[in-house]
C-alpha cells in the first residue's frame, strides 16, 4: 500500500496553530473581579484600583483589595497608622468674574486646613469654571468621621486678585455640610457594589463657600507671565511664594500639598521668586519673563533647623480695653504687604498663636524658626475688639517694619500698645455682607471724641472716599450714608473710622478705631451664569498639576 505525503502550505498551519491556541484561551476561566472592600474594612492607602487580584501581573500575587466606588481609603484616628474604607468626601464648586459672573477657566483651587495649610493639590477649573476636590477626614476604626474638620479655599488665576486677598476673608467649608452625592453611586469597572453586595455614595460639600468669585486686577495689571517650579521636602506644603522687586503689586500662591507653585501676573522683567513659611529656609530664585510661561523655578531648601532661621521676639501692652482681653501677632511679607488697607497674607505658621487657636497674647512673645526677609509686625490684626493704638504721638502704636538674617534672634525693642476697638455694627458687623448702592456706614460712638475721620477702600487698595464728621452725642452709634462714587459690580469695600480729639496746640489725637477685618460689604456681585456645558473643554476639573512637573 502507497502512503501518499502529506503536504499543508505554511499559511494553514500557522492558522491552525492561531486557531488552536485562541481555542485553549477560551477554554480559560476569565479572569476575577478585583475584590472590593466595604465601609470599615482595613486597606492599603498604595493601593492602585483596578490592578488588585489581576493575573497578568505576573508573579502570581493578586494584590491588595482597593475601596469599593464610593468609599475611600482613609487613615484612623488616634495616632496609629491604621486605615480604613469610609464614605469618600468632595468638594464641588465653581469660580466665576465676580462683575460678570462668566465662568473663570484654568483658575486654580487648593483646600486649606484650619491651619492654613493645603490638603490637597490643585484642582484646575473647567470651560464652565467647575472643580473638583478630593478631601481626606480621619476615621474611626468602622469608618465613620472621627474629626468635624473645616476648610477654606486658595484660587489663583491669570488676570485676577488671589483669594482670599485684601479686606476680602475666605469662608469656611464645613464637614458638617457634606450630602449624599447628588449623582448618586459612584462605579468603576462595571461594578458599584462590594464584596458584601452594598453600593456606597460619596459625601459631596457644595454650597455658597465653594463657590468664589474672583475680582478682575485693572487694566494695566491684568498681564504678565506664569512662573511655576516646586519646592522639594516635608513640611514645605502652605509655603507663600512671591515674585518680588519687579515694581507694582507682587504675585504670590502657595506650595500645595504635593509641592508644586504657580504664580500668575508676574510683571515682565526681572523678578526674584521667594518662599516663606515657618521652619523652612529656601534659595531665593532670580526669573527674567516677558509674557510667556516660565516652568521649573526650583526653590531649593536651605535648611527646617529652627537654629538656623531667626527668632524675633516682642512684647505688647493692652489699654483702655476690656478685661481678660487677649490678642494675636503675625508677620507679613513686607512684599506683599498693602499700605492702605494695613494688611497682607500671612504665611503659615508666622502667628502667635499658633492657628486655629484663638487670640491669646497679653504680654510676651516670640515667633520661632522665621526664614531671613523683610517684615511687617501687625498686632490685634484680627477680630477680638481690639486694634493697635492710633495714637501717633506715643511710642508703640506705628506699624514696625524688621529685617531678619538667617540665624538671628532679633528682639523688638518697643512694646506695641493695644486699645479697645470701636465696635462695628453694619455692613458687615461679622463678616461681608451684601448692601445697595448707598449703604449706611454705622459703628460705635466713642464717648469721649471731638470727631470720626472716615475713610471707604476697595478690595484692591484703593481709597475710594473719605470724608470727616463732629463728634455724635446722645446716641449709642454714628450713622453716616456712603457718599462716594458709585459702587462696582462684584467689588468688594471696607469702611474704616478713626475717633479723635483736637488738642489746644492744635495737633490731632486719635482715640480708638474700627477693628481691621471688620466693616466689609459688596455689592451686585453677579450670579454665575447658567447652562454652561463643560463637555469637551479639555480642562482637569478633578486636580492636578498644571506646573509641568
Not at 474594612?41 to 464610593?70: H, K, V, Y
Request: net charge negative; proline share 9%; with cysteine.
Amino acid at each position: 500500500m502507497r502512503i501518499r505525503e502529506l503536504r499543508v502550505a505554511p499559511w494553514a498551519l500557522w492558522a491552525w496553530i492561531g486557531a488552536s491556541l485562541v481555542g485553549c484561551k477560551d477554554d480559560e476561566p476569565p479572569p476575577e473581579e478585583p475584590e472590593e472592600l466595604g465601609q470599615g474594612d482595613p486597606c492599603d492607602p498604595n493601593a492602585e484600583p483596578g490592578e488588585a487580584n489581576d493575573p497578568t501581573e505576573g508573579d502570581g500575587d493578586d494584590g491588595p483589595a482597593t475601596c469599593a466606588p464610593g468609599l475611600a481609603c482613609e487613615p484612623v484616628d488616634g495616632g496609629t497608622d491604621d486605615f480604613v474604607c469610609g464614605l469618600a468626601v468632595e468638594i464641588r464648586g465653581l469660580v466665576t468674574d465676580a462683575a460678570d459672573g462668566e465662568p473663570i477657566e484654568g483658575a486654580l483651587v487648593a483646600a486649606l486646613n484650619e491651619s492654613g495649610e493645603p490638603v490637597t493639590d490643585v484642582a484646575t477649573t473647567d470651560s464652565c469654571g467647575g472643580y473638583v476636590l478630593p478631601v481626606s477626614v480621619r476615621r474611626t476604626p468602622d469608618g465613620d468621621f472621627a474629626q468635624t474638620p473645616k476648610w477654606t479655599l486658595f484660587v489663583t488665576a491669570q488676570d485676577y486678585l488671589p483669594f482670599p486677598q485684601g479686606i476680602r476673608p475666605a469662608l469656611p467649608i464645613d464637614i458638617a455640610d457634606a450630602v449624599p452625592n447628588p449623582d448618586g453611586p459612584a462605579t468603576t469597572g462595571g461594578t458599584d457594589t462590594d464584596t458584601d453586595g452594598e453600593t456606597h455614595t460619596s459625601d459631596v460639600i457644595d454650597n455658597a463657600a465653594t463657590r468664589v468669585a474672583l475680582i478682575h486686577l485693572p487694566a494695566n495689571e491684568a498681564v504678565g507671565s506664569v512662573v511655576s517650579g516646586s519646592v522639594a521636602g516635608e513640611g514645605v506644603a502652605g509655603m507663600l511664594v512671591v515674585a518680588e522687586d519687579a515694581g507694582g503689586r507682587a504675585p504670590y500662591g502657595i506650595v500645595d500639598a504635593g509641592g508644586h507653585y504657580t504664580l500668575f501676573n508676574v510683571p515682565d522683567g526681572l523678578s526674584t521668586i521667594r518662599g516663606y513659611r515657618r521652619g523652612v529656609e529656601v534659595e531665593a530664585q532670580s526669573v527674567m519673563t516677558s509674557g510667556t510661561a516660565v516652568e521649573d523655578v526650583d526653590l531649593p531648601v536651605i535648611s527646617t533647623n529652627d537654629d538656623d532661621l531667626a527668632t524675633v521676639s516682642g512684647s505688647l501692652n493692652i489699654v483702655n480695653a476690656p478685661g481678660g482681653s487677649q490678642t494675636s501677632v503675625v508677620l507679613v511679607p513686607t512684599s506683599v504687604y498693602n499700605d492702605l488697607l494695613e494688611r497682607g497674607p500671612v504665611p503659615v505658621g508666622l502667628r502667635v498663636p499658633d492657628p486655629p487657636q484663638a487670640p491669646d497674647v497679653t504680654g510676651q512673645f516670640a515667633f520661632v524658626g522665621v526664614p531671613s526677609g523683610s517684615y511687617k509686625v501687625l498686632v490685634a490684626f484680627e477680630n477680638d475688639s481690639l486694634v493697635r493704638d492710633p495714637d501717633e504721638g506715643i511710642a508703640g502704636t506705628a506699624i514696625l517694619e524688621i529685617a531678619v538674617a538667617p540665624g538671628e534672634d532679633l528682639e523688638l525693642q518697643d512694646g506695641f500698645k493695644v486699645t479697645e476697638a470701636l465696635a462695628v455694627f453694619g455692613p458687615g458687623a461679622d463678616a461681608p455682607e451684601a448692601v445697595d448702592s448707598m449703604p449706611m456706614l454705622s459703628w460705635a460712638d466713642d464717648s469721649s471724641e471731638d470727631g470720626y475721620e472716615l475713610r471707604v477702600f476697595d478690595a484692591l487698595g484703593t481709597l475710594v472716599w473719605e470724608t470727616e464728621l463732629p463728634g455724635v452725642s446722645g446716641s449709642d452709634s454714628v450713622d453716616v450714608p456712603y457718599a462716594g462714587d458709585p459702587l462696582l459690580p462684584g467689588m468688594y469695600y471696607q469702611f474704616r473710622s478713626i475717633s479723635f480729639r483736637d488738642q489746644p496746640s492744635g495737633e490731632r489725637l486719635y482715640i480708638s478705631r474700627t477693628e481691621d477685618l471688620r466693616g466689609v460689604f459688596v455689592t451686585g456681585e453677579a450670579a454665575p451664569v447658567e447652562d454652561c456645558d463643560p463637555e469637551g473643554s479639555g480642562a482637569d476639573s478633578t486636580g492636578g498639576d498644571t506646573t509641568g512637573d
